[in-house]
Structure formats: structure tokens, C-alpha cells
């Protein structure tokens, strides 16, 4: 069964840390994504990957930044962590481009990250 | 920017009704639609992904339709369960942008029994 496993269900950090936010996939996928889902809205990009060690802003990567050493791991990293970055964020990956062709994106199971 | 609108944002159903909700686009930005559904505390499914203007896909009780023209999808639910409850999200890829999914705020379905 093909996973993206994301590293914490639920998190509780203080304003000012540095937090990291791990996603690792099984399926030998090019691209990985981040999102965040907040109540009323879509989820938006963050940061995305198509390939070891590249990254491509998305709508919202004020505040974060990614890391992709190696093709299965994807961490967003959240340099000082605010108020405002509390969220629900979901780790996404695809084989292919253009919205992962036919079979879509994988997601995990999300990370709720309350910053206090 | 892209506007991916669903509507309504949440519903109550009773087991056994039937259902639908929309999802509309702009028509001049399309590659291909996906609809997802997201359970709680579990990862979002990918349920359908529609290429073709008149598209429509079924999956047991579920099914969807594409009008690309007129810039929307529909996704039908036949005798809902409690088991259907989640929120069903519609994304939307552009032409323009191969790695970019814009994503709809979702529809919550709650179905009572």
C-alpha cells in the first residue's frame, strides 16, 4: 500500500521556534508538495519539489522554507514559528506533472500544528 | 490567479437521500479536474479525475460530471451513508502550470442516520 507518511499527527510549539515538519514517501515520487488548510479556504501551496534539492515557491512561503536531500523526504520548516502559522498542513507527492496525471496526488494524513 | 468556488460549504443530509454539490472554474483555465474525499483524521482520496468537457465518472455510489465550457463539475451522491460523510474537495489544474493544483475550500457532508 503506497504512503506518505507525515512525522507528527498534532504539534504544539511556542511562538519564535523553529519547527520542522517531516514528510516521506514510498512510492519513488518526483514531486512533493506542502500545503495548509485553514477553515474557509482551499488548500494552499506552500512550497513544492520536483526533484532532489530544487524547490519552487508556491502562493504562501512567507514564513517557510523546504529541504529535499533525498527523493523520499520532504520537510517544510518553519524558520520562527508565529501565531499565525497555526494550521493544518498536508504533505502531497505525484509521479507525474500536471496534477499528477491520472491518478492525482498522494496525501498524508496531515500534521495540526498549533503555535502558541 | 485561478478561483476554484464550491458550493455550499457544508451540508446535512439524512441516510438514504441523495445529494449533490458544485464546483466551478474558470472555463478559460483548464487542464483537467480532480475531486477528493477527505475523511476525518485520515489523508484526502483521490476519488475522480476528469479531462474531457462531458466527462462524467462513477465510482459505486458516487459519480461526477465535467462541463468545461461552462466551468463547472458536479459531483452526485446516490442514497448517502453515514460512511460518506467527509469533505469532498474539487482541484483544478491549468494549462499554464504543471506542478500547481488549485484547490476549492470544500464541501462538508455530514449524513445523519
Known amino acids: 500500500d503506497v504512503k506518505v507518511t507525515q512525522s507528527s499527527r498534532y504539534l504544539v510549539k511556542r511562538t519564535g521556534e523553529k519547527v520542522f515538519l517531516e514528510c516521506v514517501q514510498d512510492?519513488?515520487?518526483?514531486?512533493m508538495f506542502w500545503y495548509r488548510q485553514d477553515p474557509g479556504l482551499g488548500l494552499r501551496l506552500i512550497y513544492f519539489s520536483y526533484d532532489v534539492k530544487m524547490k519552487e515557491k508556491g502562493d504562501i512561503p512567507e514564513g517557510y522554507s523546504v529541504s529535499r536531500e533525498k527523493k523520499e523526504r520532504f520537510s517544510l520548516i518553519l524558520e520562527s514559528a508565529s501565531t499565525n502559522q497555526t494550521s493544518m498542513y498536508l504533505c502531497a507527492s505525484s509521479l507525474s506533472s500536471w496534477g499528477g496525471g491520472q491518478v492525482g496526488y498522494t496525501f498524508g494524513s496531515g500534521t495540526r500544528l498549533t503555535v502558541v | 490567479i485561478l478561483n476554484v468556488e464550491q458550493s455550499p460549504q457544508s451540508l446535512h443530509v439524512q441516510e438514504g437521500d441523495s445529494t449533490n454539490f458544485t464546483c466551478s472554474f474558470p472555463s478559460s483555465n483548464f487542464y483537467a479536474l480532480h475531486w477528493y474525499r477527505w475523511e476525518t483524521a485520515k489523508s484526502p482520496e483521490a476519488l475522480f479525475v476528469m479531462t474531457l468537457n462531458g466527462d462524467e465518472k462513477k465510482k459505486g455510489r458516487i459519480s461526477a460530471t465535467l462541463n468545461t465550457k461552462e466551468g463547472y463539475s458536479y459531483l452526485y451522491i446516490k442514497g448517502s451513508q453515514p460512511e460518506d460523510s467527509a469533505t469532498y474537495l474539487c482541484a483544478l489544474v491549468a494549462p499554464y502550470n504543471n506542478n500547481d493544483m488549485r484547490f476549492g475550500a470544500g464541501t462538508r457532508l455530514t449524513v445523519k442516520p
Open positions: 512510492m519513488d515520487h518526483e514531486n
